[in-house]
């Protein structure tokens, strides 16, 4: 899957968050290899996707411990489609891909060449 590069050189891929509905929602993405789970999203659009609500979980951050709720669901990503554990909490500026999409998948980042693959 081919990403671009943002402001700031941020890693961003184009990923559909699918709704219960089954409603597809392109967004884009940011990789960041400091988050250890598959996808967090910003607690303002879990309502809209309708997706089944697992658990609690506290999670160590930047900002200190911080409580996420976890969700179970569907995204498209670079042409398949995954049921993963979704992290939901507040003030997420940005739809975060961690580092657990890096066991199954071969990064390469070639800043220089405007080059950026995940796949």
């Not at 590069?5 to 890693?11: C, F, I, K, S, V």
């Not at 670079?78 to 995954?82: K, L």
């Given at each position: 899957?081919?990403?671009?590069?943002?402001?700031?050189?941020?890693?961003?891929f184009e990923i559909s968050l699918i709704?219960?509905?089954g409603l597809e929602l392109p967004v884009d993405a940011m990789l960041d290899t400091g988050f250890s789970d598959f996808l967090a999203i910003n607690d303002q659009d879990i309502d809209a996707l309708g997706w089944e609500h697992l658990r609690e979980q506290i999670m160590c951050t930047a900002r200190g411990d911080v409580k996420f709720n976890i969700y179970i669901g569907k995204v498209i990503f670079?042409?398949?489609?995954?049921d993963i554990p979704v992290h939901v909490g507040k003030d997420l500026s940005e739809v975060l891909l961690g580092r657990q999409w890096l066991q199954s998948k071969r990064l390469v980042v070639d800043i220089p060449s405007s080059v950026l693959t995940l796949g």
């Open positions: 899957m081919n990403g671009f590069l943002g402001d700031e050189d941020a890693l961003l709704a219960s509905d670079d042409g398949q489609e995954y």
